[in-house]
């Protein structure tokens, strides 16, 4: 009997001690999850956000994507004192013109972008209207070698309605009456864009107070000053603004386009329909 007892009791004490060590390496309390949830409530926050929420990339856009996403339009002036104009993006693209930084009367040499295209090296290029003959002329030119300018704004002209429309990022804010081209020369058709701005010396003659030239020109006349070069001006006489009495320019009275080119900077795209 007294064997039998003491082998009860090396076995209880063998359990004890068993259970003891147990004990010592597994702290009251622990949560058997404790491998995923263990650590601050900040720490455990800090390492679910970084395993669950995706990388943040930024996407650069270019001037005219920005732009069109906005709802503008591009343009772009000068920035070098000759800007080369090419007939597309290399490789293989040819030198057709060049324009000065400061033209005529002093003004920056500015044009409305089309569309742009990378080179083969992976340049930025931009394709822009001309003001040259024949109307529709493009070239295309280094964006490095110009600044970009967001036109807001556009003109467009009904010329069988009289009437020239201001819409800003497409919504018509401004409507004007205009005069037009006459039969036999008639105002040109297409897109162009405001390309210099010029206060007569005589406000009181056919151009009134302020003439926009446009990057367009008259199909009709050559020989015109500025070669039959197309705008839009006031006028002395506002009795014939609504009727076809031009050589092809775009007839204003002088109040109302003292209050246009307050919204048509140079680049200003500019909008022709019959």
Known sequence: MLQTAAKAL???GLLLAVLSLTLLRSPANTDPHGALTSG???????VLTAS??????TVSLTPLEQAQKDGDRL???AADDQLRVYDRVPPGSNLTRTFPRKGEFEVTATFLVESEALDDRGDLWFEIHLPVRPNGSRGW???AE???LTMRHELRIDLSEH???LYERGAKIRSYPIGVGKGDTPSP???FYVAVKVKPANPNSVYGVLIMALSGFSEKLTDWPGGGQAGIHGTNDPSKVGTDVSNGCIRMRNADILELTNFAPLGTPVVIQE
Not at 40 to 46: I, N
Not at 52 to 57: G, I, N, Q, R, V
């Open 40 to 46: 601050p409530p900040s720490t455990v926050a800090a």
């Open 10 to 12: 090396l076995g209880v």
């Open 189 to 191: 058709v297409g897109t």
């Open 75 to 77: 343009a772009v002036e």
């Open 141 to 143: 030119v280094r964006a």
């Open 52 to 57: 669950t929420e995706a990388p943040t990339t």
């Open 146 to 148: 110009v600044k970009p």
């Open 163 to 165: 009437r020239l429309d």
